[in-house]
């Protein structure tokens, strides 16, 4: 197969919920308010670490358009897909833009630490 050669992004990350694998900045991201088959999705104007599948002509809901689904490059799961043409004029800004379903990223916040930043007394204000 090959080497996988992985991005490292910079800055708050979106993540492959199954490998952790970084996909997209939230400074790329464009709007939360996509849908897909399995629930909430984020629309993207880059994603990284992914794999394409064949283009196909799917209908969604805001019309027809040319897509092409995209898969973690780490561990093989569908994460969303990329518009390559909308059929419609009205759609021609999705065009070149990735979706990312909600259900199959997390967010890279490392929710493993949990830091408690209310404000506490000190020790000297315990005498």
Known sequence: MGRIFVVDLQGTTYNCKFCKTQLAL?????????????????LFSNAVNITFGPHE??????????????????????VGWKYEAAHEKSQKYKEGKFVLERGRIIDGVDSEFYIDTRPSMSDAEDA
């Open 26 to 42: 939230s400074d790329d991201l464009v709007s939360r308010a996509f849908h897909c088959r399995r629930g909430k999705a984020y």
């Open 57 to 78: 002509e799917r209908m969604m809901l805001s019309g027809m358009h040319t897509v092409a689904d995209i898969f973690c490059c780490c561990c093989g799961q569908i």
